[in-house]
């Protein structure tokens, strides 16, 4: 149990350096607490003994320990309102209802990574979870169609394609033989099932069928990989003052390039889970001066996760605003 003073002080360091990047002196704290500097460094020491806080080889200062962090965050961290430049930020995109819910997601996500120089994770609903429905097509012109691809959660996708001297009543060949053949099969696993199952007949009904075959295997290519992970703004993280090692900048990158890594961290859950769950230091399985904040979202047709990865001394108070407000107007 800490005492008042120490909260204080801990809390000093903690929104100093998280504004500042620099370790915090007794001096400063002294002056702030209305303490000697010596008081001040004993009651460093001790907070660095219980492992709140961590001793840096270059300054006499002290650091938030990730230990550190979570406890500011659950005890001492003032919940304010949401800044009102970041809500109306994102309100014009959640306010333009030409948008897609996707296109909302994404873009909103994005004015988050350029406002706080963080990187942001979209996670959508796993490929598998959705099934497909049906595919229709709609010529545009004598080259170009739109392939609609609609899921039993009423998720729909589309894409354009252009194929040269192909009959429009092949493609619809194509589209029927889908149809019949994988309807009800995951996303994930169509490409797979037109290789062995529509792939050897496809050629027996239907002309130029190569350049259809690929078309349409790589629209649920697309797909597939629209409904997995998206990075957003992935090199803000090279603006915070703790990545100039280029070694750890090297691991980092790896890690927000891997997928199957993002997929792990931004859908795993604490046994205490709330809306909003927050993973510092080594917990974000990414680096050990990384932080990750997270929180699910569900609409009638769709599910997935939010994330925002940053330093671990990033503004943890104003992205859990931001998060939370993405996730009601998600749901609204």
């Known amino acids: 149990m ?27 704290i002294s002056k702030r607490i209305n303490c000697s500097p010596a008081t001040a460094r004993n009651e460093m020491k001790d907070l660095e003994d219980i492992g709140l806080l961590e001793k840096t080889h270059t300054s006499s200062g002290r650091i938030p320990s990730a230990t550190g962090y979570n406890y500011y965050i659950k005890n001492l961290m003032d ?11 994102l309100e014009i995109i959640f306010n333009n209802h030409q948008l897609a819910l996707s296109d909302c997601i994404s873009k909103s996500l994005q004015v988050v990574s350029d406002m706080t120089s963080y990187t942001s994770v979209i996670l959508g609903s796993s490929s598998h979870d959705n099934l497909l429905k049906l595919i229709e097509v709609v010529p545009i012109n004598e080259n170009a169609m739109t392939i609609i ?64 075959y690929n078309a349409f295997y790589h629209v649920f290519t697309d797909f597939t990989d629209n409904n997995s992970v998206n990075v957003v703004g992935k090199n803000k993280f090279l603006e915070q003052p703790e990545f100039s090692n280029l070694e750890k900048v090297k691991g980092i990158y790896n890690k927000l390039d891997n997928k199957d890594i993002l997929r792990k961290i931004t859908s795993k859950n604490n046994d205490d889970s709330k809306d909003i769950e927050i993973y510092i230091g080594e917990e974000s399985q990414i680096d050990e001066d990384m932080a990750v904040i997270k929180t699910k979202y569900k609409t ?32 609204r």
């Open 2 to 28: 800490l005492t008042k003073r120490q909260n204080n002080i801990l809390k000093l360091i903690v929104e100093e350096y998280i504004h500042l990047a620099k370790p915090v002196g007794s001096d400063l």
């Open 79 to 89: 919940r304010k309102k949401m800044k009102k430049s970041d809500m109306e930020k």
């Open 149 to 212: 691809v609609v899921t039993d959660k009423g998720h729909v996708e589309n894409k354009t394609i252009i194929l040269e001297d192909v009959e429009i009543e092949d493609v619809k060949k194509t589209v029927s033989l889908i149809n019949n053949l994988i309807t009800g099969t995951p996303i994930d696993e169509v490409s797979m099932k037109l290789e062995y199952e529509v792939k050897p007949i496809i050629g027996k009904y239907v002309s130029q069928h190569e350049q259809i």
């Open 300 to 331: 009638k047709t769709d599910e997935g996760t939010i994330a925002i990865i940053g330093p671990k001394r990033m503004e943890y108070e104003r992205v859990i605003n931001l998060l939370e407000f993405i996730k009601e107007n998600i749901e």
